[in-house]
């Protein structure tokens, strides 16, 4: 079913509409005899160049998407390694709660991007509900020892997960 969401976002109504023109247009010069000699460098200038700023542009995004990513892989897992390693014998269940809400924050994040535009405002709820959620559960870890200095830390590890995820999402729209 997504395959066929994909395919739809590129295949439309426009672009039968536009195949039709094609199509309508060139049988019209055919009837008519109607012939152009158009220059290599009007078709360059004007075709070409677009097309390849528009794909050197699209490239530029995705990369700058996929760092920003990786940037949301790589604080969560600085959080989850700052319950295994800086408090004095972390109970198992924290581990696998900070483990649930890393899991939970990337399936509302891809959520968000797999769902069309106009699902934005609810889709990206769920991404701050995440976000909430590990901001309560580092603050539950002063209780279990974390010192204060750590947690701080581990809430700028979080502030950059959001900085990150707004970035991509402005990409996206």
């Not at 109607?34 to 075709?47: N, R």
């Not at 909430?132 to 580092?138: A, G, R």
């Not at 750590?150 to 729209?173: P, W």
């Amino acid at each position: 079913m997504k395959l066929f969401k994909r395919v739809f976002l590129i295949i439309n109504w426009k672009t039968f509409v536009i195949t039709g023109l094609a199509v309508a247009s060139t049988a019209f010069c055919i009837h008519f005899e109607i012939k152009a000699d158009f220059p290599l460098t009007l078709i360059g200038t004007a075709i070409v160049f677009p097309i390849v700023f528009s794909i050197g542009g699209a490239y530029k995004r995705r990369e700058v998407a996929l760092d920003e990513y990786g940037s949301i892989k790589a604080h969560g897992r600085a959080l989850y390694f700052a319950v295994s390693h800086w408090l004095e014998n972390p109970p198992k269940e924290l581990k696998a709660e900070i483990k649930t809400n890393l899991e939970n924050l990337l399936n509302a994040l891809t959520d968000v991007f797999t769902n069309p535009i106009s699902d934005l405002e609810l889709t990206e709820k769920k991404v701050y509900e995440n976000f909430n959620t590990i901001s309560l559960f580092i603050k539950s870890l002063r209780s279990h020892g974390l010192p204060s200095g750590e947690a701080s830390r581990s809430n700028q590890f979080l502030s950059k997960m959001m900085i990150s995820f707004e970035r991509i999402k402005h990409i996206y729209q």
